[in-house]
């Protein structure tokens, strides 16, 4: 008996020496040495035959990119396709660096795009190159200006392009330039591109499209003269700032008129789509069919009703292919496939209450239902018509999980095709004999293998050893999934612990959120940089939570949807209910509960701390929206309306009517230049603060955008952040 106890006493002596050995996370680890950043696998061009990819790689020793050419079935390295010395060849003041590149239909051509310079958020203007594989004959595109979004045409011997708000095309065969309109100008027309809303909020900045046979252009144009413009000052060396200015539609104000036009390239002829009645109409997508027809999506204001127009390219009158309205509003996707045979097509939609995917005839009529049940169809990623059946991602097993599942066309046969639990994405080949599954979970990073479409595996491509090695000497606690009970619903939540976490202390709570409409923070997967910040302030004594209020994603049409034209009430509910919760737990100072958001988050940390001041002590808002009738007009019409036919939602609901209210501590951080959710918010709020004597604390970045970073700026930022927590809860 002795004995035993000596070993006992020795076991726990070396348990508690091996856990004092470890390391603990800093906040250089995790933004300075990029000790925890895992090894992706990206950037797949997938090649026609199915088998082989080309990926961007950075040759260390040419200091250039280069374009390698793989088997995607053993990872060998095939050939390597293009190289950045011939940029340099061609002119010495190109670094041999490009910023992205495509194929020609048929592989011969690679097009790709240096000295990229940035318009909006997303979009950029760049110098395009046009590269023979056969010939290794490298030549610009144009060289009248930079240019945006060039592509060639089915038939390999034409690119079209935008530059200066105006489309063009270029003839490979003789070189001419060809300019297809005229009107372009800077905060007046845009053809061919997309204005800011649309590009942010529809999530495309590329409005003009090439028909299969080659012979057509369509293209949108946004006359966006009478929207509102913004400006921004920029904080450069000189003595005075210079102002960006950009036409940005708020809430209820006026959008920019879109057109939809098709130009033909024999006759030199623009026509204009018949798409209705005119005014306040999104074209928020077009796409053409297989025989050469245009669909147009044609949506309203309201955003709950949505017609597919068939549009004849000739003479530009439509048809109405399919019809959807909502009692909400309708999510715009990409999942509309036309068959090869002409006479069907495949469209994903929330009729039943969740996201399913429909086989529909060419007339509209619904052929089959291909997906069922209550659960959400999250990525659809395409149809092999070779083989009959749909690809596609679902949380059917659960809203925190992704699996990638195939199924007949008729609904029948369906196969999970990837193993284990957690986040499941895929990427397929054109073919779609392989794809790469990317697996993650809550406590563990990406893993990626090559799968065939029966879902077999083929080969591991990389699963981040070392990554979990180096997280292995590290003192990491586990995140765990719980559910919280409320008086309304229950919320689905997950909860890190220091790693000695003790059941009869009392631990401070930092609760993490987001929860716009659709979104997630409670996934199992990987949560990167923020994951790790959440282990370092466990470190620090904290316990982080994160929950998934009404309004988020992959629980169903109505669980998503309930927050609508109130934006902010339910999900502040929901998030004050489950902090109240989480305050009766024995192991939780309920007098030091604190809560963190960023962007729709800094929104909900901040009406959270206004409308919950006897629940919350400390609220981070960083990148708010402090009213809604600043933010843009699609995505707060979307599930607000206007403040003119929605007043009391957006009064009710926007942090700066509530400043009042504040009573715990509060730290607001903005980027000065943000063009998203703009300085505004912040500036309003803390006019608002001033205006009731309330004390706040603040932190601003000047000419950086919603994401704060460059420079130091995500360090700084996060040790600001760190230290308040200290400081204040």
Known sequence: MKKIIVLSILSVAFAVATFAQKKEVTLEDIWQKRTFSPRYVSGFNFLNDGKHYTKQSYSQMKSVHQIIKYDLTTGEKVETVFDGENLKELDDKLNGRFSNYNYNADESKIIFATASESIYRHSSKANFYIYDIKSKVLEPLSENGKQQLAIFNSTNDKVAFVRENNLFYKNMTNGKETQVTTDGKWNHIINGACDWVYEEEFGQDRAFYWSPDGQNIAFMRFDEKAVKEFSMPMYYN?????????????????????????????????????????GDIYFPRIKWTPDNQLCVFR???????????LANPKDGSTKVLLEEKNDYYIDIHDDLTFLKDGKQFVWTSEKSGYNHIYLHDMTGKEVAQITSGEYDVTSFYGVDEKRGRVFYQSAEKSPMQRHVYSVKLDGSKKKKLNKGDGQNSAKFSKTFDYFVNTNSKLNAPYVFDVKNHKGKEVRVIEENKRLKEKIAAFSLAKSEFLTIPTKDVKLNAWMMKPADFDKNKSYPVLMYVYGGPGSQTVKDSWGGNN?????????????????????????????????????????????????????????????????????????????????????????????????????????TERYMRTPKENSKGYEDNSPVNFADQLKGNYLLVHGIADDNVHFQNTAEMANALIKANKQYDTYFYPNRNHGIYGDNARIHLFTKMTNFLKEKL
């Open 238 to 278: 000189g003595a005075y700032p210079e102002q960006y200015s950009f036409k940005y539609p708020k809430a209820g104000e006026t959008n920019a008129v879109v057109s939809v036009h098709i130009y033909n390239l024999k006759t030199g002829k623009i026509t204009e789509v018949n798409t209705g009645e005119k």
């Open 299 to 309: 949506l309203n204001r309201h955003q709950n009703h949505l017609k597919l127009l």
């Open 531 to 635: 994951y790790l910040w959440f282990q370092h302030l466990t470190q620090l004594g904290y316990i982080v939570v994160s929950v998934d209020n009404r309004g988020t994603g992959a629980r169903g049409q109505e669980f998503k949807k309930v927050t609508y034209q109130q934006l902010g009430k339910y999900e502040t509910i929901d998030q004050i209910e489950a902090a109240k919760w989480l305050g009766k737990q024995n192991y939780i100072d309920s007098k030091r509960i604190g809560i963190f958001g960023w962007s729709y988050g800094g929104y909900m940390s901040s009406l959270c701390l206004f409308k919950g001041n006897d629940v919350f002590k400390a609220a981070i808002a960083v990148a708010p929206v402090t009213n809604w009738k600043w933010y843009d007009s699609i995505y």
